[in-house]
């Protein structure tokens, strides 16, 4: 089982100028953890999750004013589409993080959170329930 089969192809993606209130708002609407920050002054994409948003917030910030640029994470791990899940399951505990970046010849073509990983070994399981 690869990462092209059970990542998310539909990314919320925002700015560095976005507030956290608005990264929050766009990532409650689409039902997602996590926003890819797209800066086209750094190199590379970044990531803001809710975790971020929730740091912030807990440490008394004002969502309002506080923007993705101060509070996402810049230094990532990528993984490939071609990735097998247990390779980006196994970087996520590495790392201590729940999403990851799906790059393809530098192009971000989707998103991989644990979710999404459990979701596929288990849909992979219950088939191989229905079929014994």
Known sequence: MQVREAMNPVLVSIGPGHTLRQA???MSQRGVG???????????????????????????????????????????????PEWTLIDAAQAMIRGGFRHLIVIDHDDVVGILSVRDIVRHWSRAAADLRTTA
């Open 34 to 80: 996590a926003a890819v920050v797209i800066d086209p002054d750094a190199y590379g994409p970044g990531i803001l999750t809710e975790r971020d948003v929730l740091r912030a917030i807990g440490a008394g910030l004002d969502p309002d004013v506080e923007t993705a640029e101060s509070h996402h994470t810049r230094d990532l791990v990528f993984a490939g």
């Open 24 to 26: 929050a708002a766009l």
